[in-house]
C-alpha cells in the first residue's frame, strides 16, 4: 500500500484551474481578422488541449513552417492575453479550496499543460495563485503533446513522485488519455465535456473540484 507522502497531484490548466475557453476562442477569432484568414467550422473543440504547434498545421491548416507556426502561435497567445488583462479572470468554483486542501496535507501540486508558460503566469498573478504550485511544465518543455503522456511523466518527475502515486486532474479527452496512457489515476472535469461522456477515460468524473477534496485522492490513490 502506498504511503500518503508518496503521492502527488498534477494538474492541467484551461478547464481545470480556469475557464479561459471564451477568451481562447476570441484571441484566435482576432487572430484569423488580424490574418486575413478563414477559421474551420468546429476548429476549436478538435484543438482544445492541443499544442498550437498541432493546431496551427493540422486543424486550421494555415502553415506548415515552423517558423511561420511560431510566429502565429506566438501572436495569438499575446492576443489571449491581452484579452485577459481587460476581462480578467479567477479561478474556477473550489479549486482555491482544493489547492488549500492539499498544501495542509502536505500534498505536492504541479502544473502538467499544453498552455504556454507565460499564459500560465499570466493568470497565476491575475487570480492570485501563486504558491500553491510546486513547478509548472508548459507547452514550450515537451516535444509531443497530449495525448502523449509527456507532459505528465515530467511533471511527476519535477515533484520526485513516481506516476502511479500521481492523480491527473483534466478537463479533454485528449488529456484523460494522456494521463491512462502514463500510468497515472486521473479525475476528469466537467467544465469542457459533459461528466458522462468522461466517465469512460477517467477514474472519477465530476462536474466541480468543490466535489473534491484531499480525502477523495488519498483514496484513489493508497486505498485503491
Not at 486575413?36 to 486543424?59: D, E
Request: charge should be negative; hydrophobic fraction near 45%.
Amino acid at each position: 500500500m502506498k504511503n500518503v507522502s508518496e503521492i502527488g497531484a498534477i494538474f492541467d490548466w484551461d478547464g481545470v484551474i480556469i475557464d479561459s475557453s471564451a477568451a481562447h476562442e476570441q484571441s484566435w477569432d482576432l487572430l484569423a481578422a488580424e490574418e486575413k484568414r478563414v477559421l474551420p467550422t468546429g476548429h476549436f473543440k478538435a484543438g482544445f488541449g492541443r499544442k498550437n504547434q498541432f493546431i496551427i498545421p493540422n486543424i486550421l491548416n494555415w502553415a506548415n513552417d515552423a517558423a511561420e507556426i511560431e510566429r502565429i502561435g506566438r501572436r495569438k497567445e499575446e492576443l489571449y492575453r491581452e484579452i485577459l488583462k481587460t476581462s480578467g479572470i479567477q479561478a474556477l468554483p473550489g479549486v482555491r479550496e482544493l489547492l488549500e486542501g492539499l498544501r495542509a496535507a502536505g500534498i505536492p501540486c504541479v502544473v502538467g499543460s499544453s498552455t504556454p508558460r507565460l499564459n500560465i503566469e499570466h493568470v497565476m498573478t491575475l487570480a492570485n495563485l501563486h504558491g500553491f504550485f510546486a513547478d509548472i511544465v508548459s507547452a514550450e518543455d515537451v516535444s509531443h503533446g497530449k495525448p502523449n503522456p509527456e507532459v505528465f511523466l515530467k511533471a511527476a518527475s519535477k515533484i520526485n513522485r513516481l506516476p502511479a502515486n500521481c492523480v491527473v486532474f483534466e478537463d479533454a479527452f485528449v488529456g484523460l488519455e494522456a494521463a491512462r496512457a502514463g500510468g497515472f489515476k486521473s479525475i476528469g472535469v466537467g467544465t469542457t465535456n459533459s461528466v458522462e461522456t468522461l466517465k469512460e477515460k477517467c477514474d472519477v468524473a465530476v462536474h466541480r473540484l468543490d466535489e473534491i477534496t484531499p480525502a477523495t485522492i488519498i483514496n484513489l490513490l493508497v486505498v485503491s
